[in-house]
């Protein structure tokens, strides 16, 4: 049985973003916190750095509308209001980012245990030990992009909902607060925001050394239920997938072919 998770603080996250443009509100409950953010920004009373999170949502998003949902303090469920001058054609790159941040996070606070072990599926799950231990949804509004990360702290594994899911706990990693978590996230993506705005080329070796699909076979099967394999072997300006025939994947589920 997994451990209850400890309550997030708000103010002692605020307080660590005192010199940052993050801004953190925590609510006990909610539907979705992609939901309530997307309101809160079309209602005009949120700007860049706008942080939603929560300890429960019984009604959480995942990508294609698929559900989410977990325990109370089992796990990092958060949302956040990004704007950006960049070109709206290469929004597609904002869960990569994401998805590094996480994978980032985890090593500042884990160090050499988690070293090897954390990986990337495009476009966006968190692997660890090649079970997904969070996922990520972006979307654009009003002028920006909100995103959501999910992360799978305490969750115990009859809540995990399939099978190639884990958590941190699940895989000896003895976390119970969360607050320290998120914040390293946020200030990863602070970071990884900044290289993509200027156009840093690091940013695509750096994601490139944690992917788990770039040089494999691999499944793609798209929301209108057509499928295809090809090798994936890169990532272009848009955050799109290569296959090595040339041809560009924007939307789809990826699963990885056993190698021959």
């Given at each position: ?47 860049h750095?706008h ?11 995942g990508r294609?509308?698929?559900k ?7 796990s ?18 904002l ?7 996480v ?15 954390l ?73 990884f ?6 156009k ?61």
């Amino acid at each position: 049985m997994s451990p209850l998770g400890l309550p997030l603080n708000e103010d002692e996250i605020n307080n660590a973003f005192s010199k940052s443009y993050w801004r953190v509100h925590v609510v006990e409950e909610t539907g979705s916190t992609q939901t309530d953010l997307s309101n809160i920004v079309r209602a005009g009373n949120a700007d860049h750095g706008h942080v939603l999170v929560t300890e429960y949502q019984s009604a959480g998003r995942g990508r294609l509308d698929r559900k989410f949902e977990a325990p109370p303090r089992s796990s990092l469920l958060f949302s956040f209001f990004v704007s950006t001058k960049s070109d709206a054609v290469e929004w597609g790159w904002l869960p990569l980012l994401a998805g590094q941040s996480v994978i980032r996070a985890m090593s500042e606070i884990f160090g050499q245990k988690v070293e090897g072990r954390l990986s990337l599926k495009w476009p966006n799950d968190v692997l660890l030990n090649g079970k997904k231990v969070s996922g990520i949804l972006s979307e654009r509004v009003e002028g920006g992009a909100i995103i959501g990360i999910g992360l799978n702290v305490i969750t115990p594994r009859d809540e995990l909902g399939f099978d190639n899911a884990t958590s941190l706990w699940i895989e000896g990693f003895q976390l119970t607060a969360r607050d320290q978590l998120l914040i390293e996230i946020l200030n990863s993506f602070a970071d990884f925001f900044t290289k993509w705005e200027k156009k840093d080329p690091a940013l695509l070796e750096e994601y490139l050394s944690v992917s788990s699909t770039i040089g494999k076979r691999v499944r793609i099967e798209t929301p209108d239920g057509f499928w295809f394999e090809e090798s994936a072997v890169g990532i272009d300006t848009s955050g799109a997938l290569v296959m090595v025939d040339g041809t560009l994947v924007t939307v789809g589920d990826v699963v990885h072919l056993r190698q021959i």
